[in-house]
């Protein structure tokens, strides 16, 4: 939600009117006081969202109406939870979400979709009528209570090292994590760390260069631009961090990660490699930000949307929420019985993925001294 960010967004090519991203931002104004604002975009697709409607918009195709244009209160390309709505009291922020359905209503759009959100914005919306909907991502937090850590009290502090993380996996993780670890490094690849104003011109380049190739790998174009990363190596550059793999002397991968150093909180980004090598992407997006975030005394890793095969790395599931309002009467209670459906296999989901936690707990014992 950084003006720099999403400038750059908007400079940079990648969120703009031609990309199917029309910025309407929205203030609400007490006389001269700025109460509430918040970013609005004007959609005619649902791509770089992170919250999958096209089931929704192909409903309403097939009943001959237009799903798009419809309005988005998000941070394109971004699915990190956090503030959506900003406002001087909750008060405004009710008085904000009124004005977006109002809004949309007089503009005729078929739908407002406000994405990750945190709680206090999702309160205010919930109060005005708008249906929740969830989704799953997967986060590491660098903590110790409810560990069995050998030799280590539980006392909810942070991990001191690596091999400490380890060390709080069950037996079959931690084996399988150092196999994958050894077969980059028996591979001849090492990496390197560099923050902020460390990374120069050519680093990015050599990042862009890896992100690419990524996106084309898979048959897509990439959302961003090489200019809005150079915007943000001028504009952000202390939000930023870069993990570089070498080879006999040649740098053959790289993942870029977002930190917000007052928080204490790491996103993960993207990645890229130019040779294959087994293992490598583990390496590259989990265990080196992991042994960073370790070092510097982050408390949470956010690996972002969708991906079973981060709990293995123990990213544990947690839900985040978005927010939807729909204007046709039909549609609306469609949409509502089918997030109530939805809502409830996504408890179950969760339900299943704690099962299969590979984060060792710590024994409770009965008032008889041994395990219930």
Known sequence: MRHEYLLAMHRGGCATPSAGWQAQFVTLWQGDVLMAACPMYLKNHSYGEYVFDWAWANAYGQHGLDYYPKALVAVPFTPVPGARLLAVDSASKGALVRALVAHAATEQLSSLHLLFLQPEDVQVCQEEGLMLRHTVQFHWHNRQEHLELPGVASGGGGLESFE?????????????????????????????WMAGRQINASEWDFFYRCYERTYLEHGNAPYLSRDFFHRMQHTMPENWLLFVGERQGRDIACSLIGIDPVARVAYGRYWGALERVDCLHFEACYYQPLAWCIAHGYQRFEGGAQGEHKMARALLPVKTTSAHWLAHPSFAEAVERFLVREGQGIEQYVQQLEQHSPVKRALTLSSSGREP
Do not use: S, Y
């Not at 931690?174 to 001849?188: H, L, N, Y």
């Open 164 to 192: 400490q993380f380890l060390g709080c996996l069950q037996q079959e993780k931690r084996k399988k994590i150092r196999q994958e670890r050894r077969k980059v490094a028996d591979a001849g690849v090492t990496f390197r």
